[in-house]
């Protein structure tokens, strides 16, 4: 199994609501990535977990709060978001050293 | 400057013709490279791993040039389901995979 699922495909909220963001795979890959991307840019990292640990958190507002219940999932909890924050959400992971990288098909979120 | 910079495209191709995309990173400290490709409103599939030795995948050859810090990919006869995005990725490893995208080249093939 070389997939890496996430849920749901498009989330539409309001600027006072909480929602999460689940991204789960099964390949044993200890490396969990989320990214944010916008139109015609290319991804952009937000948080990195190793081994189920917090490694990076590139300057992400804390409106977004990551969480790694255990080494297949991976949680992107949001409240409170901004107009802005509109843009198609990424999982990743990774085998650890090789670079290579596996997405998920991404949530696609719109913040009104 | 980017630490890994690409062809600003976009670039427009009949079908059948063959088309380079051009890439070159700025930290020597890389280890790994690859090409990706993303299609419209769609999570980015790796095509190809890149080495120095030269790969090759059907119509597509990738090369990388260590010295010269530059990574080439290269389509020959396109076709209309080649039009995407072509995302140059460099890896290099600190505390995690470090995972830097160039900004992207837009591909599209023409009838």
């Known amino acids: 199994d070389t997939e890496v699922t996430q849920t749901p495909k498009h989330l539409v909220m309001g600027m006072t609501n909480k929602k999460s963001l689940k991204c789960e795979q099964h390949?044993?890959?200890?490396?969990m990535y989320w990214y944010k991307q916008k139109a015609k840019k290319p991804p952009e990292l937000m948080f990195v977990y190793s081994y189920e640990k917090l490694s990076i958190n590139e300057s992400v507002p804390s409106r977004f709060s990551p969480e790694c219940p255990n080494s297949s999932l991976l949680n992107l909890h949001l409240h409170a978001l901004q107009p802005e924050d509109s843009a198609l959400y990424l999982c990743?992971?990774?085998?650890?050293?090789?670079?290579?990288?596996?997405f998920g098909p991404g949530t696609r979120l719109t913040v009104l | 400057r980017k630490e890994v910079e690409q062809d600003p495209g976009p670039f427009n191709v009949p079908e059948g013709a063959t088309v380079a995309f051009n890439c070159t990173y700025s930290?020597?400290?890389?280890?790994?490279f690859f090409w990706y490709r993303q299609d419209c409103r769609k999570e980015p599939k790796l095509l190809m791993s890149v080495y120095s030795s030269g790969n090759e995948d059907g119509r597509f050859t990738a090369q990388l040039n260590r010295a010269s810090q530059y990574i080439s990919l290269l389509i020959r006869d396109s076709k209309l389901s080649d039009s995407a995005t072509y995302l140059c990725?460099?890896?290099?490893?600190?505390?995690?995979?470090?995972?830097?995208f160039g900004p992207g080249t837009s591909l599209s093939v023409i009838p």
């Open positions: 990725v460099v890896n290099r490893k600190t505390s995690y995979d470090k995972v830097i």
């Open positions: 990743a992971s990774s085998q650890s050293g090789t670079g290579r990288q596996y």
């Open positions: 390949m044993g890959h200890r490396a």
């Open positions: 930290n020597s400290a890389s280890q790994s």
